[in-house]
């Protein structure tokens, strides 16, 4: 029997069929065949795949509905790289994931790697199936891929293997991820980055360099392939945790996460699946568009961007409907008949986002649409459905989703939040120089302006001096620097008021009249005072946020290499522009997608900046891979998520009731599960908890084997170490800083409800703690 019914699927645009499809069956099938895919050995015996599977899990088709609009020879080669990422899979399962062989599954991935090679180089004998298909299937695509495609393309390839440690080592332990932790390696391991990848060459046109790190393009990406892993999940839950007994599913996370039954689960990755994908279509019709125009992209380019999102979309739709069909699948109970679908249709390019429209389009679509799988009338009731289920259509499904990111009602009197405990395992130090630090925290915040008044706030400054010393920015700097030396402890201070001021400064002057552009162009002169050369010029500072990062960039950054200071005022550059981000969804009424709050908010809160520049403080002594891998990042975002979550929960109240203000987990959550307040700050205790419990796993088990694993000396064992107990005091120091602080009091924010000179809300949004740990990496 099935764990659940499949829920009602949001898939707006049409499944389409590629006429090469028996072609390319015929071709992938010989093709696995010449690589030894068909009678590759099981350890118990029989073999991992043989003809009649191959044929029942149809790859072909499931390329010939993800990319319906390339050649046969395209199609054909598209063909051979799934099948050998699902014999990989498959194979890897087989001989490493059963017997959980940590240390075979290793030397397996790692001499697998060698058959990417670079210009000039020259892979090993092929000993295995997987090796040669990997070898064969790199020397026919690179050839016609620019070196950036290439490159990208290996960082994917890369992921999809080795992550695959993640998931053999949780199966070992049997240890089941968070929410966060799942989405975020998924991406990694699920390969979907990998199949975007292959939509660039599918379609013929490569994402332009220029564009590539943006995050239009990352977020387009990202979408695509936590849609892509979501809708796996709900598909081969039956296959893969109740057969093969893994734990690496979505459905089996929120079910455990949330403590509710499976079906209950499924309905919440679902509702999830939905939100990503009309985080997608935002992405698309809003930023996308913005993007070209501000980069003034040439027509070439333009298409090439539209082709890609055209086939991210395709590949959705076409994904959707072969899950349905596929053997290898829980579908039983709604795949359609297969009879007579199978026979290609040709079909003109399809509607969509890329087109402009976020409705299916009949009448240039053809070939069978997909089904809607398990409506059941009514619907079930519980956790992520949100009362009572609208009719079962998927566009029903989206408009109830989109319409309750749209439904934020702004100043509503929502009261004091009521805070759960909140586990803290680590102790809090303080600076002994904390009473001198904040006497020059006055002094330099006056100095830089942040008591004057500013345009666009008729009169009167964003902040007062009452207001400022209430803040305590020096006391929170002196519990996550304990050890600091009194310059340090006033370059951490500083850090952290400069950055509070330009996320208060950017919704007070920009976000009331919602002038996005002048918030771009202030964004964009921030960079002016972040100067790469020595004897590059500066312009005279208009205002206290440019005054401030001035002067803080001289005295941060003056002793930095050429390439240190370029990669740190990148990190910088993401912090504010995320106040764009901030901006353009209050424009919108929009509360943000769950998944890219979470990602934002560590920028919005600095946190990204802050590891950045840590890791600047070290490159020397510690390879720049290291900061890369697995345990490290984990590490890093457990901890970012914590210290986020714990301003969210103390601002809620501030940011809701006196600023109009969505940007806060608690309403996201609320939004997305429909829920509560109280309910909706549980569930991010419980996140906090989650993340805290990974934290510690990372550092007691983590940390080691990565020692071990990359045979670090002594100084990068201690360093890292040191990161470990810096990011435990920052944590611990922030959560403090909470506690003590005015900033978020019921009496101080009434006392602030309106200024005498404006008439309207006092509307900053806080970093809270955003840029004192940065600037204590800086001062080490």
């Not at 790692?110 to 020397?139: K, Q, S, V």
């Not at 920028?603 to 490290?632: C, K, N, Q, W």
Request: with cysteine; glycine share 8%; charged share 25%.
């Amino acid at each position: 029997m099935q764990a659940f019914t499949l829920p009602d699927f949001y898939m707006p645009y049409p499944a389409r069929l590629n006429p090469h499809l028996e072609r390319a069956r015929e071709h992938s099938t010989g093709w696995a065949r010449r690589m030894g895919m068909l009678d590759a050995p099981r350890p118990g015996g029989g073999v991992v795949w043989d003809g009649e599977a191959l044929a029942r899990m149809d790859y072909a088709l499931m390329c010939a509905y993800t990319h319906p609009d390339c050649d046969g020879p395209t199609l054909d080669l598209v063909t051979d790289w799934y099948v050998w990422v699902f014999f990989f899979d498959d194979h890897f399962l087989e001989h490493f994931k059963y017997s959980r062989d940590l240390t075979g599954a290793k030397a397996y991935l790692d001499r697998l790697e060698l058959f990417m090679t670079a210009d000039g180089e020259t892979p090993p004998e092929p000993a295995n199936p997987a090796e040669a298909g990997l070898a064969d299937l790199w020397e026919r695509t690179v050839p016609a891929m620019s070196e950036g495609w290439r490159r990208r393309f290996v960082t994917s390839t890369h992921n999809l293997m080795v992550e695959s440690m993640w998931e053999l080592d949780n199966i070992d332990r049997g240890r089941i991820a968070n929410p966060i932790e799942y989405v975020q390696m998924r991406r990694r391991v699920g390969g979907a980055p990998w199949s975007a990848n292959l939509v660039e060459y599918a379609s013929g046109a490569e994402i332009p360099e220029a564009f590539a790190e943006a995050r239009p393009m990352r977020v387009l990406s990202d979408t695509f392939s936590d849609a892509v892993h979501l809708r796996n999940d709900l598909f081969s839950y039956q296959r893969e945790v109740r057969e093969e007994g893994e734990n690496s599913n979505a459905v089996l996370v929120f079910e455990r996460f949330f403590g509710c039954s499976t079906q209950e689960a499924a309905e919440l990755v679902n509702d999830l699946l939905t939100s990503r994908l009309q985080q997608f279509e935002n992405t698309a019709l809003a930023e996308v568009p913005s993007l070209l125009s501000e980069h003034s992209a040439s027509p070439s380019e333009a298409v090439a961007v539209a082709a890609y999102v055209k086939g991210l979309q395709d590949w959705q739709s076409g994904g959707h409907e072969w899950h349905a069909r596929s053997s290898r699948y829980m579908n039983d109970a709604t795949a359609p008949d297969t009879t007579a679908s199978d026979a290609p249709t040709a079909s003109a390019p399809g509607s969509g986002v890329a087109s402009g429209l976020i409705v299916p389009d009949p009448g240039t679509a053809s070939g069978p649409t997909s089904p809607i799988p398990g409506a059941v009338p009514g619907g079930p009731a519980g956790l992520g459905t949100s009362a009572a289920r609208l009719a079962p259509s998927p566009g029903r499904l989206g408009l109830r989703t989109r319409a309750r990111q749209h439904s934020f009602a702004p100043f509503r009197p929502v009261g004091h939040l009521p805070l759960p405990a909140l586990r803290m395992p680590y102790a809090v130090r303080t600076s002994p120089h904390l009473d001198a630090s904040r006497r020059h925290a006055v002094g330099w915040a006056r100095g830089m302006g942040m008591f004057d008044s500013v345009p666009g706030v008729e009169a009167g400054g964003i902040w007062d001096e009452r207001r400022f010393r209430g803040f305590d920015f020096p006391h929170c700097a002196a519990m996550i620097h304990a050890d600091a030396t009194p310059g340090q402890l006033d370059l951490s201070s500083d850090w952290l008021a400069w950055g509070t001021y330009g996320d208060d400064y950017f919704p007070v002057v920009f976000g009331a009249t919602r002038d996005l552009a002048a918030a771009k162009l202030c964004d964009e002169r921030l960079r002016l005072f972040m100067p790469l050369d020595d004897g590059e010029a500066v312009p005279e500072p208009v205002n206290p946020i440019e005054a401030g990062l001035a002067d803080l960039w001289r005295r941060t950054a003056g002793p930095m290499t050429a390439d240190h200071r370029r990669r740190f005022r990148r990190a910088v550059e993401d912090m504010t522009s995320s106040w764009l981000w901030e901006l353009a969804n209050q424009a919108q009424n929009r509360v943000p997608d769950p998944v890219d709050y979470i990602e934002m908010r560590r920028r919005t809160f600095g946190s990204d900046m802050t590891m950045s520049l840590a890791r600047l403080a070290h490159s020397d002594a510690v390879p720049e891979e290291i900061y890369r891998t697995r345990t490290i990042r984990e590490l890093d975002t457990a901890a970012q998520d914590y210290a986020c979550f714990t301003n969210d929960l103390f601002s809620y109240q501030k940011e809701v009731e006196f600023e109009g203000e969505f940007h806060n987990i608690v309403v996201v959550v609320e939004h997305f599960l429909g829920v509560d307040r109280l309910t909706a700050r549980d569930v991010v205790a419980d996140l906090m908890e989650a993340r805290m419990r990974q934290f510690e796993h990372i550092v007691a088990e983590g940390l080691p084997a990565l020692f071990d694993d990359f045979d670090l000396d002594e100084t990068a064992r201690r360093i890292l170490t040191r990161h470990a107990d810096d990011l435990k005091e920052w944590m611990s120091g922030i959560l403090e800083w909470h506690r003590r602080c005015a900033r978020y009091t019921e009496a101080e924010l009434l006392r602030h409800r309106f200024t005498a000179t404006t008439g309207f809300p006092f509307a900053p949004t806080g970093l809270g703690t955003s840029a004192a740990r940065f600037a204590a990496a800086a001062a080490r």
